[in-house]
């Protein structure tokens, strides 16, 4: 078995395993946010490192890549907001007249910040959306969180998930990335991804923040093709997946299949 995509072995680090992230945007938040000012580094299971600004979390809607700006127009019904940090797709949505919505998030300090904000947010991840929620007509997967399907073994139990909290006819609007690169650092990880038998945008990460670092955990990402075969077994059927400059980032647009599987053509997808 190979061993690129597990957490690397026998390396020294002085880190603690905690809530990094959420102690980023809480200090971000306290601070005011402003670009520059906290950083977290994201890890990847080969080593390789990126830098993310926390100001992203606070970014104002004429900041935010076409893909999300597109989701704020197809919101409707009442709202969950899975994974949604400090809250800016939920402060967007209530801007726009949206005010029955609910966002959920694995970490304490996202919460934390997001309810100063005024917002409704409570702890849970997508795997666990909380028992207390009630159902939506729409699911936002904003801001690249199409990831947290996390694997092709995790993906199908986090859709039933989803369909739990969904009432008929429900909609998810999810941004997606499309992995395929031509940069060596990244197209290395996904060859031996294949040679693994995994997808070759799966990956296995952790972020740190000072002296915290989260435990290891996947994220999925899936060209719209992909996402279409993946989705062909689930609760859910793809409408379509736009994809909006450069970027590589994309709108997904799923739907909840009735009981009997969908049979009405294929979605619209990037070209």
Same mark, same amino acid.
């Given at each position: 078995?190979?061993? &690129?995509?597990?957490?690397?072995?026998?390396?020294?680090?002085?880190v603690?395993?905690?809530?990094?992230?959420?102690?980023?945007?809480?200090?971000?938040?306290?601070?005011?946010?402003?670009?520059?000012?906290?950083?977290?580094?994201?890890?990847?299971?080969?080593?390789y490192?990126?830098?993310?600004?926390?100001?992203?979390?606070?970014?104002?809607?004429?900041?935010?890549?076409?893909?999300?700006?597109?989701?704020?127009?197809?919101?409707?019904?009442?709202?969950?907001?899975?994974?949604?940090?400090?809250?800016?797709?939920?402060?967007?949505?209530?801007?726009?007249?949206?005010?029955?919505?609910?966002?959920?998030?694995?970490? &304490?300090?996202?919460?934390?910040?997001?309810?100063?904000?005024?917002?409704?947010?409570?702890?849970?991840?997508?795997?666990?959306?909380?028992d207390?929620?009630?159902?939506?007509?729409?699911?936002?997967?904003?801001?690249?969180?199409?990831?947290?399907?996390?694997?092709?073994?995790?993906?199908?139990?986090?859709?039933?998930?989803?369909?739990?909290?969904?009432r008929?006819?429900?909609?998810?609007?999810?941004?997606?990335?499309?992995?395929?690169?031509?940069?060596?650092?990244?197209?290395?990880?996904?060859?031996?991804?294949?040679?693994?038998?995994?997808?070759?945008?799966?990956?296995?990460?952790?972020?740190?923040?000072?002296?915290?670092?989260?435990?290891?955990?996947?994220?999925?990402?899936?060209?719209?093709?992909e996402?279409?075969?993946?989705?062909?077994?689930?609760?859910?059927?793809?409408?379509?997946?736009?994809?909006?400059?450069?970027?590589?980032?994309?709108?997904?647009?799923?739907?909840?299949?009735?009981?009997?599987?969908?049979?009405?053509?294929?979605?619209?997808?990037?070209?």
């Amino acid at each position: 078995m190979s061993t &690129a995509f597990y957490p690397p072995s026998g390396r020294i680090s002085r880190v603690t395993v905690g809530d990094g992230y959420g102690q980023m945007l809480v200090d971000a938040f306290a601070a005011g946010p402003r670009r520059g000012s906290h950083r977290q580094v994201i890890e990847r299971s080969d080593g390789y490192v990126s830098v993310e600004d926390a100001y992203r979390y606070f970014s104002h809607y004429e900041e935010w890549v076409e893909a999300e700006q597109v989701a704020m127009t197809k919101l409707r019904g009442r709202i969950l907001d899975v994974g949604c940090a400090a809250g800016r797709h939920m402060l967007e949505a209530r801007q726009r007249g949206h005010t029955d919505i609910i966002g959920i998030d694995p970490s &304490a300090g996202a919460v934390d910040v997001a309810c100063a904000q005024g917002l409704d947010v409570r702890l849970g991840s997508v795997q666990e959306p909380g028992d207390d929620l009630g159902t939506f007509d729409t699911i936002l997967l904003l801001g690249g969180n199409l990831g947290l399907l996390g694997s092709l073994d995790t993906a199908s139990a986090v859709l039933r998930s989803l369909a739990r909290v969904a009432r008929p006819g429900a909609q998810i609007l999810a941004n997606g990335h499309d992995p395929y690169t031509q940069a060596e650092e990244h197209s290395s990880y996904h060859a031996e991804n294949r040679r693994a038998g995994r997808l070759p945008g799966q990956v296995l990460m952790r972020v740190r923040y000072g002296s915290l670092a989260s435990d290891w955990f996947g994220r999925l990402m899936l060209s719209a093709t992909e996402l279409h075969t993946l989705l062909e077994s689930s609760p859910w059927k793809l409408r379509s997946a736009g994809s909006y400059g450069p970027t590589g980032f994309y709108l997904a647009h799923l739907e909840l299949r009735d009981e009997t599987p969908d049979q009405d053509g294929s979605p619209e997808l990037p070209a």
